[in-house]
C-alpha cells in the first residue's frame, strides 16, 4: 500500500471541557491492567514480607489505637470489643488514604510516558486508584479472621459492602483527580499530602465512634464522605446502634460532587498536562 494512502490521525487538545469517551476508556482496557499489574510488582519487589505488608500496616496502626485510644483513653466502642472496632474503620481509610495519595502522584511519577505516548490521561489515577484494592482485599480476609477470635460473626447487611467500598474508591478517585492535576502544576501538592491524609484520618470516625459527637455538629460531619462510608462498613460488618440514614445520604451526595467535580477540573485541564509536566 502506498504510504501516502496511510490515514492519518491528528490528536489536538480540546478547547474547552469534553465529557467522557467512555468508548477510548474501554479500547485502553489492557493498558489498565498492565499499569496494576506493574505497579503491584513494583510495590512489593525486594520486599521480605511482601504482600503481609497489606496486613501489618493496619494491624500495627490498630494496636496502637487500641493502647493510646482503647485503654489509656477509655474511648467507647458501641459494645464492640475495641480491636475490631477500630480495624473495621481502618480497612476503608486506609484503601481511600493509599488510593487518594498514589493517583495524586500518578502523573508526575510516569511523566516520561505521559510526554511521549498517548492514551487516556484517566488511566493513571483510574490505575493508582486500582492497587489500593488489592491490599484491601487481603486486609479484609484478616478482618474476618480478628472478627472470628472475638467470636463475631459479620452481620446480614455485609452484603453491602461493595457500595461502602465503592465510595471510597469514588471519593480517592475524585480528590486523586484534583490533587493530581494540580501537583503537575504546584509541586508542593505532594508535601501537602501526608499532612492532608493525617487531619482527615482525625475529622473521621475512625478512632472513635460517630455517637461521641455532639448532635448539632453531625450535620458537619455528614459533609466527609469518609464519615459515611467508615460508618457504612462498620454496620455493614458489626450491626450496632449506628444504622444509615440521612446523614448518609449526604456523605454520598458529597462523593458525588467531589467526584464530577474531579472529572470537570481534570478534563478541563488534560490539554496541557503534557506541556507543563
Given at each position: 500500500?502506498?504510504?501516502?494512502?496511510?490515514?492519518?490521525?491528528?490528536?489536538?487538545?480540546?478547547?474547552?471541557?469534553?465529557?467522557?469517551?467512555?468508548?477510548?476508556?474501554?479500547?485502553?482496557?489492557?493498558?489498565?491492567?498492565?499499569?496494576?499489574?506493574?505497579?503491584?510488582?513494583?510495590?512489593?519487589?525486594?520486599?521480605?514480607?511482601?504482600?503481609?505488608?497489606?496486613?501489618?500496616?493496619?494491624?500495627?496502626?490498630?494496636?496502637?489505637?487500641?493502647?493510646?485510644?482503647?485503654?489509656?483513653?477509655?474511648?467507647?466502642?458501641?459494645?464492640?470489643?475495641?480491636?475490631?472496632?477500630?480495624?473495621?474503620?481502618?480497612?476503608?481509610w486506609?484503601?481511600?488514604?493509599?488510593?487518594?495519595?498514589?493517583?495524586?502522584?500518578?502523573?508526575?511519577?510516569?511523566?516520561?510516558?505521559?510526554?511521549?505516548?498517548?492514551?487516556?490521561?484517566?488511566?493513571?489515577?483510574?490505575?493508582?486508584?486500582?492497587?489500593?484494592?488489592?491490599?484491601?482485599?487481603?486486609?479484609?480476609?484478616?478482618?474476618?479472621?480478628?472478627?472470628?477470635?472475638y467470636?463475631?460473626?459479620?452481620?446480614?447487611?455485609?452484603?453491602?459492602?461493595?457500595?461502602?467500598?465503592?465510595?471510597?474508591?469514588?471519593?480517592?478517585?475524585?480528590?486523586?483527580?484534583?490533587?493530581?492535576?494540580?501537583?503537575?502544576?504546584?509541586?508542593?501538592?505532594?508535601?501537602?499530602?501526608?499532612?492532608?491524609?493525617?487531619?482527615?484520618?482525625?475529622?473521621?470516625?475512625?478512632?472513635?465512634?460517630l455517637?461521641?459527637?455532639?448532635?448539632?455538629?453531625?450535620?458537619?460531619?455528614?459533609?466527609?464522605?469518609?464519615?459515611g462510608?467508615?460508618?457504612?462498613?462498620?454496620?455493614?460488618?458489626?450491626?450496632?446502634?449506628?444504622?444509615?440514614?440521612a446523614s448518609?445520604?449526604?456523605?454520598?451526595?458529597?462523593?458525588?460532587?467531589?467526584?464530577?467535580?474531579?472529572?470537570f477540573?481534570?478534563?478541563?485541564?488534560?490539554?496541557?498536562?503534557?506541556?507543563?509536566?
Open positions: 500500500m502506498n504510504a501516502d494512502r496511510l490515514p492519518v490521525r491528528l490528536i489536538q487538545p480540546a478547547r474547552a471541557w469534553v465529557p467522557l469517551d467512555l468508548a477510548e476508556l474501554w479500547a485502553y482496557r489492557e493498558l489498565l491492567w498492565l499499569l496494576v499489574w506493574r505497579e503491584l510488582k513494583v510495590r512489593y519487589k525486594q520486599t521480605i514480607l511482601g504482600v503481609a505488608w497489606a496486613i501489618l500496616q493496619p494491624l500495627l496502626t490498630m494496636l496502637v489505637f487500641s493502647v493510646v485510644f482503647g485503654r489509656l483513653a477509655k474511648m467507647p466502642s458501641d459494645g464492640v470489643p475495641y480491636p475490631v472496632f477500630a480495624y473495621c474503620a481502618l480497612l476503608p486506609q484503601l481511600f488514604a493509599y488510593a487518594m495519595t498514589e493517583s495524586s502522584n500518578s502523573l508526575v511519577a510516569h511523566q516520561r510516558l505521559l510526554t511521549k505516548v498517548y492514551f487516556p490521561r484517566l488511566m493513571m489515577p483510574l490505575a493508582a486508584v486500582a492497587v489500593g484494592l488489592a491490599d484491601f482485599l487481603v486486609s479484609f480476609v484478616f478482618l474476618l479472621m480478628l472478627m472470628a477470635y467470636g463475631m460473626t459479620p452481620h446480614v447487611a455485609a452484603v453491602t459492602i461493595p457500595l461502602w467500598t465503592l465510595l471510597a474508591l469514588g471519593t480517592a478517585f475524585g480528590v486523586g483527580l484534583w490533587l493530581s492535576a494540580l501537583n503537575v502544576r504546584y509541586r508542593d501538592v505532594r508535601y501537602m499530602l501526608p499532612f492532608l491524609s493525617q487531619i482527615w484520618m482525625y475529622a473521621t470516625p475512625v478512632a472513635y465512634p455517637s461521641l459527637i455532639p448532635q448539632q455538629w453531625r450535620p458537619f460531619v455528614a459533609l466527609n464522605p469518609l464519615a462510608v467508615v460508618e457504612g462498613f462498620r454496620w455493614a460488618l458489626l450491626g450496632g446502634r449506628t444504622v444509615p440514614d448518609m445520604l449526604v456523605s454520598i451526595a458529597t462523593v458525588v460532587v467531589v467526584l464530577v467535580g474531579g472529572l477540573y481534570f478534563r478541563r485541564t488534560e490539554r496541557t498536562l503534557a506541556d507543563v509536566i
